[in-house]
């Protein structure tokens, strides 16, 4: 593995070349991104406010649950909950955990609030967990643009934080951590991060801002399969690189965590694999010197740095960064950003 740019350029790779500006980097020519994915994660900013505006609007009861928050969900829905989960962090003071399947888990219980987040509303998984909860007698929240879920919610009398239509699912991201965020706060699994929130808004406005280095990482990822890995609070970002990698740019990309990559992972290595390193200033201090013990026995890679002061800023961060990067690699390889056809065949040979 290496962070050389210049042999992240090489030829060998069967899409056409794309338009580039003076700099070298793929432009968003309009015929490159119809459907304008790069205009929805650069919103990400502005949803803060709009995500906790609609939180606020949903009345969800602020009760302490001892069983703490569970989030059901798949994709993008449930991103969020892990995304909450890591900027919660030690904070926490019961559980907070996603659920990625059909029906609560075994051990669940009564006293747990459960957050149904599908972003159709019609998602199979998630609408058999609502089923499952509504059976146990725990309290649950829908968080959703309509469909299904909305439906039974409402007839059930179960608060609905609404969500935008017309984008994405994954595009939805931060309206999915933030409901995650707010619902861990009323049920008493998290203290309120409310202002940590707010203050992220800025921080990502600085991330958008300035896009030059994610251009720069995506340009020496063209021709390459990205490994990403995170550590600690960066674990869940690295899998949202990941899935953002997949999604947007159509590659091949690997995400895991360390000190657990250390073990088994680090022995495979690759020339073909492009190791990229979620880091973050305030991870514990053995995390911070496998992130770099690791680099070095990998033969190199890509630093990346979480910014912000708080938890929640430095995981949003890292979110908006890796949305940028898998954007501008679909740039470099001259895709369209939006469809996810191999998905969209998948649900539909379900139905």
């Known amino acids: 593995m290496t ?63 001892p069983g703490g928050l569970g989030v059901a969900g798949l994709g993008g829905a449930a991103r969020g909950g892990d995304l909450a989960a890591a900027a919660i962090g030690d904070r926490a003071t019961a559980q907070v955990r996603t659920r990625r399947g059909y029906g609560l888990e075994p051990w669940a219980r009564p006293d747990a609030l459960v957050l149904c987040a599908s972003y159709s509303g019609d998602t199979e998984e998630t609408l058999a967990t609502y089923a499952s909860a509504r059976e146990l007698g725990a309290p649950r929240v829908a968080l959703t643009t309509g469909g299904e879920l909305s439906r039974l919610a409402r007839e059930d009398g179960v608060p609905v934080i609404g969500i935008p239509s017309g984008m994405q699912p994954r595009a939805a991201v931060v309206y999915m951590t933030v409901a995650a965020l707010e619902c861990a706060a009323a049920c008493g699994a998290s203290p309120s991060l409310r202002s940590e929130i707010e203050a992220s808004a800025a921080t990502l406005r600085a991330v958008a801002n300035d896009d030059a280095p994610a251009r720069e990482l995506a340009a020496a990822l063209r021709d390459r399969v990205p490994v990403v890995y995170g550590a600690g609070r960066t674990a869940a970002p690295a899998i949202r690189w990941k899935t953002q990698l997949n999604e947007n740019a159509k590659v091949a990309a690997f995400a895991n965590e360390l000190p657990e990559a250390d073990h088994n992972e680090v022995c495979g290595t690759d020339e073909r694999l492009a190791a990229i390193f979620l880091d973050d200033d305030d991870l514990d201090p053995r995390l911070r010197k496998r992130i770099e013990v690791t680099e070095a026995v990998l033969g190199g890679g890509h630093r990346v740095s979480a910014r912000g002061t708080s938890p929640v800023e430095r995981v949003l961060s890292l979110v908006l960064l890796g949305d940028l990067v898998s954007v501008h690699l679909a740039y470099e390889r001259g895709v369209d950003p939006t469809p996810v056809d191999v998905i969209t065949e998948l649900k539909s040979k379900l139905a």
């Not at 794309?18 to 490159?32: L, M």
């Open 3 to 65: 962070g050389d740019p210049a042999s992240a350029g090489e030829s060998g790779s069967a899409e056409p070349a794309p338009d580039r500006d003076p700099s070298g980097s793929a432009e968003p020519a309009p015929d490159r991104d119809p459907s304008g994915m790069l205009d929805d994660v650069l919103a990400q900013p502005a949803q803060i406010d709009d995500a906790l505006w609609r939180f606020e609007a949903a009345d969800v009861p602020r009760e302490p649950r």
